[in-house]
C-alpha cells in the first residue's frame, strides 16, 4: 500500500509538472520506477499506459481553457504515434543489461536539455501567430514519438521547446498542444508495448496508482499553466531527472563507480541544481522587474 500511495503521488506531482511545463511526467515517472528496479521496457508500458488516460484529461482541461491550436495537435500528433509505436517495438526487443542504461542515457540528456533551456533561456518569445509547417512538425513528431517510447519520455522535452523557439505560438497554446496530442502518442505506444510484450510484468495496480494521480492533477495543471513560472519549474525538474539517472548509471554494470566517486559526482550535480535554480530564479526576477519598468513608461492615453 504504501507503494502504491507513492506512485499515486508521483503520478500527481509528474501531471502538475507536465500539465504547467508542457512536458515531463514520461521522464520523471520512468525514472522513479527504474530506480525502484523495474525493467526498463516494463517501466516504459507502466507509463505510457497510464498516460492514455492522463493525456486524455490533460488535452480536455488544456481544451477547456483555450490552450490548444487543433491543426497542431493533429499535424505532430499522427507522425508521432507513428513514431512511438516503432520506439516501443525497438525497446521491447533490448535485453535488460542494455536497455537500462540506454533509457538512462536518454533520461539522462533529456534532462539536461530540460534544465539548460529553461535556466538559461525561459520561455523565448518570437514570431507569434505565424503558421507551423507540416514538413516541420511531421519530422519533429516522429523523432520525439521515438524517443518518448524508447526513454520512457521525451514527447514534451523535444516537441515543446522545439515549438517554443519558434515563437509562432503562445506558450500556453504550445503546453496544451504538446499535452493533447500526447494522447495518440500515448495509445501507440501502450499497443506496441502490449503487442511486444503481451501483459508479461505489467503490474496493473501501479497503472491504476499513476492513473490516478494524473487525473487530479490535470486539471489543476491546466490552470496553473498560467500562473506558474516555467523558468524555475524547468530548472528544477530537469535537475531532479538529472541526478536521479546519474545514480542508476553509477550503479549500472555500464560504469560500476565506488562510493567515493559516487559521492563526488552527487555533490557536484547537487551544487549545480542549486546553481541553476537560483540562477533561474533571480533571472525570473529580473524579467519581471523589466516588464514593470516597462508598464510604467508606457504612455498614458488622453
Known amino acids: 500500500m504504501r507503494t502504491l500511495i507513492l506512485l499515486a503521488l508521483a503520478g500527481l506531482g509528474a501531471q502538475l ?4 511545463l508542457g512536458m515531463a511526467y514520461g521522464v ?4 522513479l520506477l527504474l530506480g525502484m528496479g523495474t525493467n526498463p521496457a516494463v517501466a516504459s508500458a507502466t507509463v505510457h499506459l497510464a498516460e492514455i488516460g492522463t493525456t486524455l484529461m490533460s488535452g480536455a482541461s488544456h481544451w477547456r481553457f483555450g490552450n490548444v491550436d487543433w491543426k497542431v495537435v493533429a499535424k505532430i500528433g499522427v507522425p508521432g504515434a507513428v ?6 517495438t525497438a525497446l521491447s526487443n533490448l535485453s535488460t543489461e542494455v536497455a537500462e542504461p540506454v533509457m538512462c542515457l536518454i533520461l539522462l540528456a533529456l534532462g539536461l536539455h530540460v534544465m539548460t533551456r529553461f535556466t538559461f533561456r525561459g520561455m523565448p518569445q518570437g514570431q507569434l501567430g505565424k503558421p507551423l509547417r507540416t514538413r516541420f512538425l511531421a519530422p519533429l513528431g516522429l523523432v520525439a514519438g521515438f524517443l518518448d517510447a524508447t526513454g520512457g519520455g521525451g514527447w514534451g522535452p523535444v516537441g515543446t521547446p522545439a515549438l517554443l523557439a519558434g515563437g509562432r505560438m503562445e506558450p500556453r497554446k504550445v503546453i496544451g498542444s504538446i499535452d493533447t496530442s500526447e494522447f495518440l502518442v500515448a495509445i ?3 499497443l506496441g508495448f502490449l503487442s511486444s510484450l503481451g501483459s508479461q510484468g505489467l503490474n496493473r495496480t501501479w497503472v491504476l496508482a499513476f492513473l ?3 487525473l487530479v492533477a490535470a486539471p489543476v495543471a491546466a490552470w496553473l499553466v498560467r500562473l506558474v513560472p516555467p523558468r524555475v519549474l524547468g530548472s ?4 531532479v531527472i538529472i541526478v536521479t539517472n546519474v545514480r542508476t548509471l553509477l550503479k549500472s554494470d555500464w560504469v560500476d563507480a565506488s562510493g567515493t566517486v559516487g559521492a563526488l559526482v552527487h555533490a557536484f550535480l547537487y551544487a549545480l541544481w542549486a546553481g541553476a535554480l ?3 530564479i533571480r533571472a525570473y526576477r529580473r524579467e519581471r522587474t523589466q516588464e514593470a519598468v516597462a508598464e510604467d ?3 498614458v492615453a488622453v
Open 17 to 20: 509538472v507536465d500539465g504547467s
Open 28 to 31: 520523471t515517472s520512468t525514472t
Open 83 to 88: 513514431g512511438s509505436f516503432l520506439g516501443a
Open 188 to 190: 501507440a505506444a501502450g
Open 212 to 214: 490516478l494521480g494524473g
Open 236 to 239: 528544477a525538474v530537469g535537475g
Open 278 to 280: 537560483t540562477y533561474s
Open 297 to 299: 513608461r508606457r504612455p
